[in-house]
């Protein structure tokens, strides 16, 4: 049985594509399975944002649909971006400006007091509504400056905190032993397989 990865951002399909294939999940983008779609993400928890994506997708395509809303709480700023990271600066902002954003507003902030943590949650809804959700989280801390030529978002500036590294500067197979989404999708897989309807 196939999925389909409810997802518009091209790094996070090739990310949740490469974390579910070994354990034996087939996934494809929405674009693939005929879908455009542009929800509007209105839940007020990382749960909540992606149960309204994965239902959008799953009913569109008549497929099991997974999705995932995951952000940056920066525990300096009362856990700010959170369910807001994507538009922390602004609608058509880059990944570059919200992160001078980010960095500007820690300006201040000592390297002790800069405690942050990626969270995920992921959401898998069958065509029969039934749902399946899970949540991951990395902690680290947020560096002065970006480093590493890898990753997206906020990776470049997200220490992670055993590793000690930006998660831009770990390779795929590190960062997914480590990040909130390889976190999430592995306990997705935990929970389908345990699911009633045993679809995996």
């Excluded at 400056?145 to 220490?159: C, K, L, Q, S, W």
């Amino acid at each position: 049985m196939k999925f389909v990865i409810a997802s518009n951002n091209k790094h996070k399909v090739e990310e949740i594509s490469r974390v579910l294939q070994p354990l034996s999940i087939e996934t494809i983008a929405a674009k693939q399975a005929g879908v455009q779609f542009d929800v509007e993400e209105t839940g007020k928890t990382f749960e909540e944002n992606a149960l309204i994506k994965a239902l959008a997708v799953s009913k569109a395509s008549g497929m099991p649909a997974v999705a995932d809303d995951s952000g940056l709480e920066v525990d300096a700023l009362g856990g700010a971006p959170g369910i807001y990271s994507a538009r922390y600066a602004g609608v058509g902002a880059t990944n570059a400006n919200r992160i001078d954003k980010l960095l500007h507003e820690l300006e201040t902030i000592p390297q002790g007091m800069r405690t942050a943590r990626f969270v995920c949650a992921v959401c898998c809804v069958f065509p029969d509504g039934s749902s399946v959700c899970a949540r991951g989280e990395c902690e680290g801390y947020i560096g002065f400056a970006p480093d590493g030529e890898g990753g997206f978002g906020y990776d470049p500036v997200f220490i992670e905190k055993t590793i000690g590294l930006s998660f831009a500067s770990l390779s795929d197979k590190q960062k997914d032993a480590v990040s909130h989404r390889g976190k999430a999708l592995r306990e997705l897989v935990f929970k389908l397989r345990e699911f009633k309807y045993n679809y995996i």
